[in-house]
Protein backbone atom coordinates (compact mmCIF):
# COMPACT_ATOMS: atom_id res chain seq x y z
CA UNK A 1 0.00 0.00 0.00
CA UNK A 2 2.96 2.41 0.91
CA UNK A 3 4.23 1.91 -2.32
CA UNK A 4 1.23 2.21 -4.27
CA UNK A 5 0.58 5.42 -2.14
CA UNK A 6 4.07 6.80 -3.30
CA UNK A 7 3.84 6.22 -6.90
CA UNK A 8 0.54 7.89 -7.04
CA UNK A 9 2.48 11.11 -5.67
CA UNK A 10 4.98 10.75 -7.53
CA UNK A 11 2.95 10.93 -10.41
CA UNK A 12 0.51 13.57 -9.05
CA UNK A 13 3.83 15.49 -9.29
CA UNK A 14 5.17 14.69 -12.64
CA UNK A 15 1.57 15.28 -13.70
CA UNK A 16 0.40 18.91 -11.83
CA UNK A 17 4.15 20.06 -12.94
CA UNK A 18 4.06 19.59 -16.30
CA UNK A 19 0.45 20.51 -16.83
CA UNK A 20 0.66 23.68 -14.92
CA UNK A 21 3.70 24.68 -17.25
CA UNK A 22 1.62 24.10 -20.60
CA UNK A 23 -1.94 25.00 -19.68
CA UNK A 24 0.23 28.36 -19.23
CA UNK A 25 0.79 28.31 -23.15
CA UNK A 26 -3.01 27.29 -23.36
CA UNK A 27 -4.00 30.37 -21.78
CA UNK A 28 -1.47 32.08 -24.01
CA UNK A 29 -3.14 31.29 -27.06
CA UNK A 30 -6.57 32.76 -26.06
CA UNK A 31 -6.08 36.00 -28.22
CA UNK A 32 -4.82 33.84 -31.47
CA UNK A 33 -7.77 31.53 -30.96
CA UNK A 34 -10.02 34.37 -30.93
CA UNK A 35 -8.33 35.82 -33.62
CA UNK A 36 -9.12 33.10 -35.68
CA UNK A 37 -12.66 31.79 -34.60
CA UNK A 38 -13.68 35.78 -35.46
CA UNK A 39 -12.42 35.73 -38.81
CA UNK A 40 -14.28 32.51 -39.36
CA UNK A 41 -17.46 34.52 -38.07
CA UNK A 42 -16.46 37.56 -41.06
CA UNK A 43 -16.37 34.94 -43.34
CA UNK A 44 -21.18 33.91 -42.63
CA UNK A 45 -22.04 37.36 -41.40
CA UNK A 46 -25.75 36.44 -41.90
CA UNK A 47 -25.25 33.25 -39.78
CA UNK A 48 -26.22 33.51 -36.09
CA UNK A 49 -23.46 31.98 -33.44
CA UNK A 50 -22.98 32.02 -29.54
CA UNK A 51 -20.69 35.44 -28.32
CA UNK A 52 -17.41 35.01 -29.16
CA UNK A 53 -16.04 34.78 -25.66
CA UNK A 54 -18.22 31.54 -25.54
CA UNK A 55 -16.44 30.02 -28.84
CA UNK A 56 -13.41 31.40 -27.15
CA UNK A 57 -12.90 29.07 -24.32
CA UNK A 58 -14.74 25.98 -26.33
CA UNK A 59 -11.91 26.44 -28.30
CA UNK A 60 -9.57 25.74 -25.55
CA UNK A 61 -11.29 22.88 -24.32
CA UNK A 62 -9.39 20.29 -27.12
CA UNK A 63 -5.76 21.87 -26.15
CA UNK A 64 -6.63 21.44 -22.39
CA UNK A 65 -7.77 17.49 -23.26
CA UNK A 66 -4.61 17.24 -25.85
CA UNK A 67 -2.27 18.40 -23.14
CA UNK A 68 -3.62 16.07 -20.24
CA UNK A 69 -3.50 13.21 -22.49
CA UNK A 70 0.38 14.01 -23.60
CA UNK A 71 1.78 14.80 -20.18
CA UNK A 72 -0.16 11.38 -19.10
CA UNK A 73 1.77 9.55 -22.24
CA UNK A 74 4.97 10.82 -21.40
CA UNK A 75 5.01 10.24 -18.21
CA UNK A 76 4.39 6.65 -19.03
CA UNK A 77 6.81 6.10 -22.01
CA UNK A 78 9.52 8.32 -21.49
CA UNK A 79 11.23 6.88 -18.47
CA UNK A 80 11.01 3.44 -19.93
CA UNK A 81 12.79 4.49 -23.27
CA UNK A 82 15.39 6.86 -20.88
CA UNK A 83 14.09 9.87 -22.02
CA UNK A 84 13.79 12.64 -19.29
CA UNK A 85 12.56 16.28 -18.04
CA UNK A 86 14.89 18.16 -15.61
CA UNK A 87 11.72 19.65 -13.69
CA UNK A 88 10.51 16.10 -13.40
CA UNK A 89 13.73 14.51 -11.94
CA UNK A 90 13.84 18.06 -9.94
CA UNK A 91 9.99 17.44 -7.95
CA UNK A 92 10.43 14.04 -8.02
CA UNK A 93 13.99 12.80 -7.48
CA UNK A 94 15.26 16.26 -6.17
CA UNK A 95 17.99 16.26 -9.03
CA UNK A 96 19.94 19.68 -9.49
CA UNK A 97 17.90 21.59 -12.86
CA UNK A 98 19.88 24.39 -12.79
CA UNK A 99 23.24 22.91 -13.25
CA UNK A 100 21.42 20.44 -16.12
CA UNK A 101 19.85 23.49 -18.20
CA UNK A 102 23.64 24.95 -17.73
CA UNK A 103 24.90 21.96 -19.62
CA UNK A 104 22.64 22.42 -22.18
CA UNK A 105 21.37 25.86 -22.76
CA UNK A 106 23.91 27.14 -25.20
CA UNK A 107 22.89 23.90 -27.28
CA UNK A 108 19.90 24.49 -27.54
CA UNK A 109 19.82 28.09 -28.74
CA UNK A 110 22.67 27.56 -31.00
CA UNK A 111 20.05 25.15 -32.72
CA UNK A 112 17.24 27.49 -32.14
CA UNK A 113 18.79 30.28 -33.97
CA UNK A 114 20.27 27.74 -36.82
CA UNK A 115 16.52 26.14 -37.00
CA UNK A 116 15.53 29.82 -37.51
CA UNK A 117 17.94 30.53 -40.00
CA UNK A 118 17.20 27.75 -41.97
CA UNK A 119 13.11 27.57 -42.09
CA UNK A 120 13.71 31.77 -43.05
CA UNK A 121 15.75 30.21 -46.17
CA UNK A 122 13.47 27.73 -46.99
CA UNK A 123 10.35 29.79 -47.09
CA UNK A 124 12.37 32.44 -49.36
CA UNK A 125 12.90 29.71 -51.33
CA UNK A 126 9.29 28.44 -51.91
CA UNK A 127 7.99 32.02 -52.48
CA UNK A 128 8.07 31.61 -56.53
CA UNK A 129 5.17 28.47 -55.57
CA UNK A 130 2.97 30.33 -53.00
CA UNK A 131 1.69 33.55 -53.35
CA UNK A 132 1.56 33.99 -49.24
CA UNK A 133 5.24 34.95 -49.63
CA UNK A 134 6.67 34.30 -45.85
CA UNK A 135 4.62 31.95 -44.32
CA UNK A 136 6.03 32.07 -40.73
CA UNK A 137 4.81 35.97 -41.05
CA UNK A 138 1.77 36.24 -43.59
CA UNK A 139 -0.41 33.71 -42.08
CA UNK A 140 0.93 34.50 -38.58
CA UNK A 141 2.18 37.78 -37.80
CA UNK A 142 4.97 38.24 -35.82
CA UNK A 143 3.02 40.71 -32.99
CA UNK A 144 4.75 41.11 -29.65
CA UNK A 145 1.48 39.50 -28.38
CA UNK A 146 2.39 36.60 -31.04
CA UNK A 147 6.04 36.16 -29.84
CA UNK A 148 5.13 35.71 -26.30
CA UNK A 149 2.14 33.24 -26.59
CA UNK A 150 4.32 31.79 -29.29
CA UNK A 151 7.13 31.72 -26.73
CA UNK A 152 4.72 29.96 -24.40
CA UNK A 153 2.65 27.94 -26.17
CA UNK A 154 5.22 26.69 -28.97
CA UNK A 155 8.39 26.80 -26.97
CA UNK A 156 6.46 25.02 -23.94
CA UNK A 157 2.66 23.27 -24.67
CA UNK A 158 3.99 22.11 -27.93
CA UNK A 159 7.00 20.39 -26.88
CA UNK A 160 4.96 18.25 -24.21
CA UNK A 161 2.34 17.43 -27.15
CA UNK A 162 4.86 16.84 -29.76
CA UNK A 163 7.38 15.58 -27.95
CA UNK A 164 7.55 14.80 -24.27
CA UNK A 165 3.54 12.74 -25.26
CA UNK A 166 3.36 12.34 -29.07
CA UNK A 167 6.89 11.52 -30.03
CA UNK A 168 7.98 9.21 -26.42
CA UNK A 169 4.70 7.40 -26.98
CA UNK A 170 5.21 6.59 -31.08
CA UNK A 171 9.15 5.17 -29.82
CA UNK A 172 7.71 3.14 -26.91
CA UNK A 173 4.94 1.34 -29.79
CA UNK A 174 8.10 1.00 -32.35
CA UNK A 175 10.29 -0.46 -29.40
CA UNK A 176 7.63 -2.74 -28.85
CA UNK A 177 6.46 -3.66 -32.05
CA UNK A 178 9.77 -3.88 -33.56
CA UNK A 179 12.70 -4.84 -31.00
CA UNK A 180 10.85 -7.27 -28.63
CA UNK A 181 12.74 -8.47 -26.08
CA UNK A 182 15.43 -5.53 -26.45
CA UNK A 183 16.25 -3.87 -23.16
CA UNK A 184 16.44 0.09 -25.15
CA UNK A 185 15.63 1.14 -28.31
CA UNK A 186 17.68 0.95 -31.49
CA UNK A 187 18.13 4.64 -33.11
CA UNK A 188 16.00 3.70 -35.61
CA UNK A 189 13.15 3.49 -33.76
CA UNK A 190 13.24 7.21 -31.90
CA UNK A 191 14.51 8.26 -35.48
CA UNK A 192 11.16 7.26 -36.88
CA UNK A 193 9.37 8.72 -33.97
CA UNK A 194 11.15 11.90 -34.29
CA UNK A 195 10.25 12.09 -38.01
CA UNK A 196 6.75 10.63 -37.51
CA UNK A 197 5.86 13.35 -34.92
CA UNK A 198 7.36 15.77 -36.88
CA UNK A 199 5.45 15.55 -40.04
CA UNK A 200 2.27 15.53 -37.23
CA UNK A 201 3.50 18.70 -36.10
CA UNK A 202 3.04 20.34 -39.24
CA UNK A 203 -0.16 19.27 -39.98
CA UNK A 204 -0.83 20.53 -36.61
CA UNK A 205 -0.71 24.10 -37.98
CA UNK A 206 -2.82 23.71 -40.76
CA UNK A 207 -6.14 24.83 -39.25
CA UNK A 208 -4.43 27.86 -37.95
CA UNK A 209 -3.12 28.63 -41.09
CA UNK A 210 -6.63 27.80 -42.94
CA UNK A 211 -7.77 30.39 -40.74
CA UNK A 212 -5.94 32.97 -42.35
CA UNK A 213 -5.00 31.90 -46.22
CA UNK A 214 -6.32 29.52 -48.06
CA UNK A 215 -5.05 26.03 -48.28
CA UNK A 216 -3.54 25.26 -51.74
CA UNK A 217 -1.50 22.28 -52.22
CA UNK A 218 1.59 24.25 -52.45
CA UNK A 219 0.61 26.02 -48.85
CA UNK A 220 0.21 22.81 -47.12
CA UNK A 221 3.29 21.58 -48.44
CA UNK A 222 5.15 24.97 -47.50
CA UNK A 223 3.75 24.09 -43.94
CA UNK A 224 4.78 20.44 -43.65
CA UNK A 225 8.57 21.02 -44.73
CA UNK A 226 8.73 23.96 -42.27
CA UNK A 227 7.46 22.84 -39.32
CA UNK A 228 8.79 19.01 -39.86
CA UNK A 229 12.47 20.38 -40.25
CA UNK A 230 11.57 22.15 -36.85
CA UNK A 231 10.18 19.22 -35.20
CA UNK A 232 13.41 16.88 -36.18
CA UNK A 233 15.45 19.18 -34.37
CA UNK A 234 13.42 20.11 -31.26
CA UNK A 235 13.16 15.87 -31.07
CA UNK A 236 16.39 15.54 -31.69
CA UNK A 237 17.16 17.44 -28.67
CA UNK A 238 14.58 15.46 -26.38
CA UNK A 239 16.22 12.19 -27.40
CA UNK A 240 19.83 13.76 -26.71
CA UNK A 241 19.62 16.14 -24.12
CA UNK A 242 16.07 16.46 -22.29
CA UNK A 243 13.01 18.39 -22.76
CA UNK A 244 13.61 21.07 -21.60
CA UNK A 245 16.37 21.53 -24.04
CA UNK A 246 13.44 20.96 -26.75
CA UNK A 247 11.36 23.82 -25.20
CA UNK A 248 14.57 26.14 -25.44
CA UNK A 249 14.95 25.56 -29.23
CA UNK A 250 11.93 26.21 -29.67
CA UNK A 251 11.38 28.90 -27.98
CA UNK A 252 14.60 30.39 -29.39
CA UNK A 253 13.11 30.13 -32.76
CA UNK A 254 10.14 31.69 -31.99
CA UNK A 255 12.25 34.88 -30.79
CA UNK A 256 14.96 34.91 -33.77
CA UNK A 257 12.11 35.01 -36.47
CA UNK A 258 10.26 37.35 -34.62
CA UNK A 259 13.60 39.57 -34.40
CA UNK A 260 14.44 38.92 -38.18
CA UNK A 261 10.97 40.35 -39.11
CA UNK A 262 10.50 43.22 -36.84
CA UNK A 263 14.14 44.44 -38.12
CA UNK A 264 12.76 43.67 -41.91
CA UNK A 265 15.24 41.71 -42.82
CA UNK A 266 13.24 39.16 -43.77
CA UNK A 267 10.83 40.83 -46.10
Same mark, same amino acid.
Given at each position: ????????????????????????????????????????????????????? $????????? %????? *??? &?? @???? +????????????????????????????????????????????????????????????????????????????????????????????????????? $????????? %????? *??? &?? @???? +???????????????????????????????????????????????????????????????????
Amino acid at each position: MKATASRNRTFQKQFLVLFGMGWLGVVAMTPTIAAAIAHQIAQFPDRPHPPLA $VLTALGLIQ %PTMLL *AIS &VI @SGIF +FSAQLGLCSHWVERFTKGMPFREAIKAEWKLAVGLGVLTGIALLLLDFALRPLIPQSLILQKAMPRTVLFTLSAILYGGITEELLMRWGLMSMLAWIGWRL $VQRGNRQPR %PAVIW *AAI &VG @SSVL +FGLGHLPIVAATIPLTPFVIAGILLLNSVAGIVFGWLYWQRSLEAAMIAHATFHIFVSLVTWLGLAG
